[in-house]
């Protein structure tokens, strides 16, 4: 079941903005909705939220939690296959396959490529079937 958005949003358009998955739409100083087909129930829209208006599947309202304090994915080389599972899932693009780093390099793996647009969603960790992913604080 989705996020869904309460009474009480102001329209601010904080939780569209930062949704990996654009699942969220509405007018400036209008309450939003979700999109529930669309919505991946990350939970970056609650996190993103100004005023505590974003629900979660159970009804509660989500924590906001500001960008630096969220978690990033963190990938154990020894475990990754180089599948392209987690870099296909990543809405934000902050994934990518490590480029060869010498002729006849066979050793690619996942790698956060692009850190500042990494949303916190943990989607890539959920959807790693080799659990070569873990989240963890930002360092």
Known sequence: MAHRIAENCIGCGACARACPVHA????????HVINARRCI???VCGMSCP????????????????VKERRIPVIDGELCSACQICVSFCAA???????????GDVEARCVLAR??????????????PLHAIRMEARG
């Open 93 to 103: 693009k902050a994934l990518a396959i490590s480029e060869p780093r010498f002729r």
């Open 115 to 128: 850190p500042d647009k990494c949303v916190g969603c943990a989607v890539c960790e959920a959807e790693c």
């Open 24 to 31: 969220i739409e509405g007018e400036a100083k209008a309450r």
């Open 51 to 66: 005023v505590g208006a974003v629900l979660d599947a159970s009804g509660k309202v989500c924590a906001r939690v500001p």
């Open 41 to 43: 129930d990350c939970g």
